[in-house]
Every structure is written in C-alpha cells, then in structure tokens.
C-alpha cells in the first residue's frame, strides 16, 4: 500500500478549497485526485485532524497476553501435537487454528523436529 498524502497537502487542498476555488481546481493545482479532497474535509469536520488513519495491523494475535504466557507453559510441560493444542484452546473457549499455533510456537523456539526413529532429534543423539 502507498503512504498517505502529508498533512501539508491537505491542509494547502481543504484551505484552496475554503477560499473559493473549486474541488476540481484545488486538486489540477496540487496534481491530486478531485475526491481525495471532499474526503479530507469530511475527515476534518468529523474529527478536527487531517491526520491519516492507521494503515493495517489493527488486529490483535489471539494468542497473546495471559493466554501466550499459559500456552508457553504448557508447550513445555509435556509433548504436544499443535492439532491436540488447537483441541485444548478449543475447550477453554478460544477460537484458533492450527497455523496460529505453529506459528506461536516457531517464535517461541518451541517447536521440534522428529528423527527417523520417531524421537526428537539430540535427545539421545550423543548418548555412550
């Protein structure tokens, strides 16, 4: 996505605009889109900024606060299936899926690889 005009150009557009210039010509002058400005009075009527909005990263992980700190612990209590995880996050009430899990556990260093012999690998490795 492309960064949001300055606040600078919208105030020289909404200020064209108010001194009696129409919308068309306040955007042919300042080399904009003729709706960007309608916008950005609107936005400043309803708000009293022309500050842009966020661009993404509105959402919030599910799996994080208390919820990462229980799921930490558990992951290292005991083996664990990240399909048996999603069935145990299921039965507290907590809607997840699979790849969320994974990769919780990825970030937390928690996951594993199995050697052919179905065992972690390194666990008995280097035994004598």
Known sequence: MTRPYSIDLRERAVALVEAGMTIREAAEALSIS???VPKWRALQQ?????SPGKIGGHKKRTLSGELAEWLK??????AFTLRG???????QGIKTDTRAVWVF???QNLSFKKNRA???AGSSRHRP
């Open 105 to 107: 556990a990825h970030e």
């Open 85 to 91: 995880l999603v069935a145990e996050l299921a039965e």
């Open 34 to 36: 003729a709706s960007c």
């Open 73 to 78: 612990r558990r992951m290292r209590e005991a």
């Open 118 to 120: 179905g065992r972690r």
């Open 46 to 50: 309803r708000t009293g900024s022309l």
